[in-house]
């Protein structure tokens, strides 16, 4: 069996533009990179171009991409519809400083499909929308204790991947264990009346795709209710998992929804919504008191990706049929799991799952099916794309299979 040294170094020999590359980027940045979550040893490979379902890197290996960019990816690379609308608007000029109506369209589309939005603003990342959501619930009630879950992932500053993290903003935060019914009543009884809102992911993503309990999204909302706190899905991640996300599939309303990753087709974008009168905060002719500034909120390049993707691109039968290859993928892969001593499983819904093992089988399965032409996370998630096929997900499968 191959051990992760020889898996390094068999990886290592084929790639010597990106080790070169490797090289003089830590000559410029701090570890080579500048958004950590793509790094992996030994060095990652830099990719030189991106169509359709694959990424060809700088030393001419092609891969199928099932990372899908960590979900903001699900058109695709270079979605036809998305590069029209953004040529179009490159001729008719982006950097404008001023209203437009194409962010009316945009918001439109959002609002008609979210069950829960009844009003939206735009951010430039759902990390950006999470904090301004918490600002906003912060307002509303007037309190400051915010309620997350541990393992919980919200953006780079609002991570509790182990409790919590030394980047996090300073917010009273309140982190209890997921889909525990108990610990979040017992934390409602102590301190029900300082609570400004819970905020949770209705799948925790990063947290390695674990779906929220029957019955655990409706406790929260009870809970919200009956202490006049606001619920608030993050649906950056989740909102793909049916045409009105995750809100609408598991039947539960929050008061705020954020939203981020593939709306914009693949450009920069976050938004938060949600009922009006919460976001009457934003409105001065009804008296609101709070402003929401960012120079690219309104960005028309993205969008104009947001009414390509929503308008154009992302049917409900698209958005049905990527899931239902989601769960094939993932029921196949446990299968596979299931019938060798490898330690590995697979957690998820619809389109986005994550391999779960020990770390050192994690690391030989990601160099594994890497070599095979096959790129997914390294810590296990995949997101499939609208771009990848049955057979493409055949022929995964069968990469597993030979390797477990
Ligand atoms: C559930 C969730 N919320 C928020 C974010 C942050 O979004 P962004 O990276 O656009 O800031 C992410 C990113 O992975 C996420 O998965």
Redesign the pocket.
């Known amino acids: 069996m191959t051990s992760v040294d020889e898996a390094h170094a068999n990886y290592r020999s084929k790639r010597p533009l990106s080790a070169a590359a490797d090289v003089e980027a830590r000559s410029v940045m701090p570890g080579g990179n500048t958004r950590s979550v793509l790094h992996f040893d030994p060095f990652p490979f830099r990719v030189a171009s991106a169509d359709g379902p694959h990424l060809i890197d700088i030393d001419g290996h092609t891969y199928v991409d099932l990372l899908g960019n960590?979900t903001a990816g699900l058109l695709g690379h270079c979605p036809a519809p998305v590069r029209m609308a953004v040529s179009a608007t490159l001729e008719t000029g982006f950097a404008m400083g001023a209203t437009h109506t194409v962010e009316i369209d945009a918001a439109r589309l959002i609002v008609d499909r979210f069950p829960s939005i009844e009003h939206v603003r735009f951010t430039n990342?759902?990390?950006?929308a999470?904090l301004m959501a918490i600002a906003l619930a912060m307002h509303h009630t007037g309190r400051s204790k915010i309620v997350v879950f541990e393992e919980g992932?919200?953006?780079?500053v609002l991570s509790f991947a182990h409790g919590s993290s030394p980047m996090n903003v300073p917010h009273d935060f309140l982190v209890l264990p997921f889909n525990d019914f108990d610990s979040v009543a017992a934390a409602f009884d102590k301190f029900g009346a300082q609570i400004a809102c819970v905020l949770v992911?209705p799948m925790q993503?990063?947290g390695g795709c674990i779906p929220a309990a029957d019955g655990f999204l409706a406790e929260l909302r009870s809970l919200c209710d009956n202490a006049d706190a606001l619920l608030i899905f993050?649906e950056?991640?989740t909102s793909r998992l049916s045409p009105g996300g995750a809100q609408q599939l598991f039947g539960v309303m929050p008061d705020l929804t954020t939203l981020?990753?593939y709306l914009a087709g693949g450009l920069t974008f976050?938004a938060f919504g949600g009922k009006r009168d919460i976001l009457a905060a934003f409105d001065p002719a009804a008296g609101g008191a709070l402003t929401q500034a960012g120079t690219f909120n309104n960005n028309i390049l993205s969008m104009s990706g947001v009414v390509a993707t929503l308008g154009e691109v992302l049917t409900d039968e698209l958005i049905a049929s990527v899931n239902e290859r989601g769960d094939r993928l993932r029921e196949s892969l446990n299968e596979i799991f299931a019938a060798t001593d490898r330690p590995l499983s697979v957690r998820g819904v619809g389109s986005l799952m994550a391999v779960h093992g020990p770390d050192e089988t994690m690391e030989l399965f990601f160099h594994a099916v890497l070599d095979h032409g096959w790129y997914l996370a390294r810590r296990g998630f995949i997101a499939l794309s609208i771009e990848i096929t049955d057979a493409m997900v055949n022929d995964f499968l069968a990469t597993v299979r030979n390797w477990a």
Not at 153 to 156: A, C, P, S, T
Request: glycine share 32%; net charge negative; charged share 20%.
């Open positions: 960590y990342s759902g990390t950006e999470n992932y919200h953006g780079g992911e993503g990063s993050d950056v991640m981020g990753k976050g």
